[in-house]
């Protein structure tokens, strides 16, 4: 039993310095469908065998990845991970994913953190990194926020083709500092518009390459609007595979870049834990969140690394902290530097040319189908396409048919009049056979057939 130390009189004393009568007084936020106010209906006592096959069935009520054809993307991606990965990742040296508090005490992860950051600059086309924040999206907030200090403006205008989620979670991370956002309408292809959005009170501009709609876009142009208008561009990645073929952020003028890096080393797991990538200019680094690893050489001139700059409350006064929500996703970044350092420079490029050649394939395989619309004009390995019926229909029927179709988008963004629309994502998992699947049944379920 967990030892509690607080008394009876010290919880009432507690209250009453907070003004409320009772513990439930400070729910009160929560709507009343929610509340439950008595135990979970579960089985009060079952041995562990029995407790193993509960759970079994019900995780046997999930679709896996793995077990049917995957078309699902929209942010998180399906790859083939090494079983190399998981082998060293599971060294009892490495296996935690929290960030290292002795830092010098650990000279390994300080040199695999090291490297990561080293092989995240190489990929953006940055001149530094970080040792990696929680996931995209917080890192894209963390851009924002970054933005706003470096410019002493308040303003970040959103593309319309970032990913709806980022945005939100952008949007509730920096709202809470005042900081203002626009986010421009759902586009597939109108990047034109974010500068027409550029004024003078703009802090940052933020967009998506692939954008969420699978659109392969060169920013330069936005770039450069910001820099005539004092601005920052932050350039957001979803898919990192897509850096091995397409040119960098850092080449189309991104002050700053915030990625997820789930694609390289990591699995779907459900939604998380992923890792954040985050790089930007030289310049800016005094104003980077999170910490990053230095070399260095001790007394005796032996190589060594130390963390260089720590800007985190932990580190330094809180109110001096350049993020307060940050952290090192330090399994999900040893997974991805280990994948990194298997694949090489030419590995990766191989690995983003597969993924972009089976998505050609599929891209032409669907255009076939009548009542199917091709929507993304250039793409990676994720594209849009629109139906002639709903597309969350559509999916629940191709999940009856054991196939798991896409992302309608209308589940990421409700309400914005794309209830039609259907992201499509193929990478080096995707079999030519998954591909003929999908047609077929796809053709079966819209109709076009008889």
């Known amino acids: 039993m967990r030892y509690l130390p607080l008394t009876p009189d010290d919880r009432t004393a507690m209250l009453a310095a907070i003004g409320v009568q009772s513990i439930d007084d400070l729910f009160v936020d929560v709507p009343q469908p929610a509340q439950r106010d008595g135990f979970v209906d579960l089985p009060r006592v079952m041995g562990e065998l029995e407790v193993e096959r509960a759970l079994k069935h019900l995780a046997g009520k999930n679709t896996a990845a793995g077990d049917v054809p995957f078309f699902c993307g929209a942010g998180a991606y399906r790859h083939h991970v090494p079983a190399t990965v998981d082998h060293i990742i599971q060294r009892s040296e490495f296996l935690t994913s929290y960030t290292p508090y002795q830092p010098e005490i650990a000279q390994g992860t300080l040199q695999y953190l090291y490297e990561f950051q080293t092989q995240v600059a190489n990929l953006t086309g940055m001149e530094v990194a970080n040792a990696s924040l929680y996931d995209g999206s917080t890192a894209t907030a963390e851009g924002v926020l970054m933005a706003t200090r470096v410019t ?149 001139g032996e190589r060594g690394f130390v963390l260089t700059l720590s800007t985190r409350e932990q580190h330094i006064r809180r109110d001096k902290a350049t993020s307060n929500i940050c952290t090192n996703s330090g399994l999900c970044c040893l997974a991805f530097s280990i994948h990194m350092s298997l694949l090489g420079e030419t590995g990766l490029r191989k690995l983003a040319l597969l993924n972009h050649e089976k998505a050609l394939a599929t891209r032409d395989a669907l255009a076939a189908v009548p009542g199917v619309e091709i929507l993304t004009p250039r793409f990676f390995n994720e594209f849009a396409i629109r139906l002639p019926k709903p597309a969350a229909e559509v999916v629940e029927a191709l999940g009856n048919h054991r196939i798991l179709a896409g992302v309608p988008y209308s589940r990421l963004a409700p309400g914005v009049g794309m209830d039609d629309v259907l992201l499509i994502a193929v990478t080096e998992t995707t079999l030519d056979a998954d591909i003929q699947i999908l047609v077929k049944s796809l053709t079966k379920v819209l109709g076009a057939d008889q």
């Open 152 to 300: 002493r403006r308040n303003k970040a205008v959103f593309s319309g083709g970032v990913h709806p989620h980022y945005v939100r979670a952008s949007e509730t991370v920096v709202h809470a500092v005042g900081v203002e956002t626009v986010s421009l309408p759902a586009a597939i292809d109108a990047e034109d518009a974010v500068i027409a959005a550029i004024d003078k009170d703009t802090a940052c501009v933020v967009v998506q390459t692939p954008n969420v709609f699978g659109t392969a876009t060169d920013v330069t142009k936005i770039a450069e609007a910001a820099k005539a208008a004092g601005a920052l561009l932050i350039v957001v990645v979803t898919e990192a595979v897509s850096m091995g073929l397409l040119k960098s952020p850092g080449e189309m003028g991104a002050d700053i870049v915030a990625a997820e890096g789930q694609s390289i080393g990591n699995a779907l797991n459900y939604g998380g834990p992923y890792v954040g990538l985050f790089a930007c200019r030289q310049g800016l680094i005094r104003q980077m969140p999170g910490r990053l690893c230095g070399e260095t050489v001790d007394a005796d």
